[in-house]
């Protein structure tokens, strides 16, 4: 390998999207070096995990080739030659985009808006990563599928729906995957497996051909080792949303934001969370994690404060939106028959929801956001839990229907969907580790359109309590 004599296979495999970018163009490792890394890794380590539901080894060693000519040319792209991964929820021309599922028999005619972006920035697609049935749950497991699993410990779920990309990223196998977030399914899975994990404003990525996925609640994004990496994704797939209400593109990349401290900030924290069908779980390592961070970013200089936002009746108006979101994915899926019992029952448990209640829901937007919005008239960001506790046992809701699930769902992943409801940012930022080693992890929200600020925070707090290099058992 290029470099050999300086760089390791492990320290490669860990090193991050950007950082391998760098050591491409400075000629450290090359792109087929680091596509035959990526594809060794996944042979040895994905038995153990069921990460990726389809690895393109043949079609990821020649864009590899392609790659070095690009470099033998003098061409420069942010992410040449660096191998990707593509949660299986995102259309890559020529594969099957499965959803989770065995019930979409035809391949994708075209790339999506976003893996358009990623191949002029020279990425390489080396495979797709499971996400749950239709991206419904917090945890990834299918009957067609099968169960993926923490690489922190094989016993416990990476979470989901991006679960798969999740746990990919966590072990090495690749150094950033694409994720998407209807309900906190990028920060879930970030938060399982200990690794970073934005949700951007609605409207800064395009969901093309997707535009108005689950109602408007899901937006696209990736999970990756630092939040460098996800600074330079976000520079990569921003931009073309023909969202209504879109944001404009930001003052200056994101990772120029990445690398620029953010000043003093004022910082509300909170671990008070919406209720949708029944009161929310939340334990005490959970609230000490956000304490702890609290307390850092005091050390940091920051003014920080306990204050609860104005949640009103959020989570009835989320619930709505989530439901019918599955209800309408149901009724486009070609072999609906194939789809899980559950999975089913979700769809059902939407199709009862009556059109002037969900109407009701979008119409509310507006209102809920001015109300839990103004928190920020007084606080630049807000730090809460991401999830109820560390990651759950694989299988918690298995033989379990879809309203049984929902209830369980609901009590333990309350955090994060209101912000899906309102679209603002908002990110998983690792918080050390929990007595059971598992990862633990904060969810920091913030303004409408306020990516920047949280990746300048998020880099300060890696730089004080770093993360990416913590690898896990199954490594």
Known sequence: MAGEARWADDEIAFAG?????GMVRAGEVSPTELVRLCLDRIERLDPQLNSFRVVLAERAL???EQAEARLKAGEERPLLGVPIALKDSTDLAGELTTHGTDAF???APADSEMVRRLREAGAIMVGKTLPPELAICGFTESSTWGVTRNPWDPQRSPGGSSGGSAAAVA???VPIASGSDGAGSIRIPASSCGIFGLKPQRGRVSLAPDLEHWNGLSVNGCVSRTVLDTALWLDVIAGGSEEPGAPPPPERPFVESARTPPGK???AVSTAAPRAVAPPIVSEVVRGAVAETAELLRSLGH??????PEWGTIGNNTASRYLRGIRDDFRRVPHPERLDRRTRG????GSLIPDAIFERALRARQADAARVNSIFDSFDVLITPVMGGTAIPVRRWEGRGALWTLLGMSRFYPYCMPWNHLGNPAMAVPAGTAADGMPLSVQIVGRPGGEATLLSLAAQIEAERPWADRRPPIS
């Open 171 to 173: 072990a090495g196998l």
């Open 105 to 107: 028999p035809d391949p």
């Open 303 to 308: 003014e920080t404060a306990e204050r609860d």
């Open 346 to 349: 979700f769809a059902a448990v």
């Open 265 to 267: 900030l004022r910082v």
């Open 62 to 64: 020649l864009e590899a």
């Open 17 to 21: 999207a950007a950082r391998q970018a």
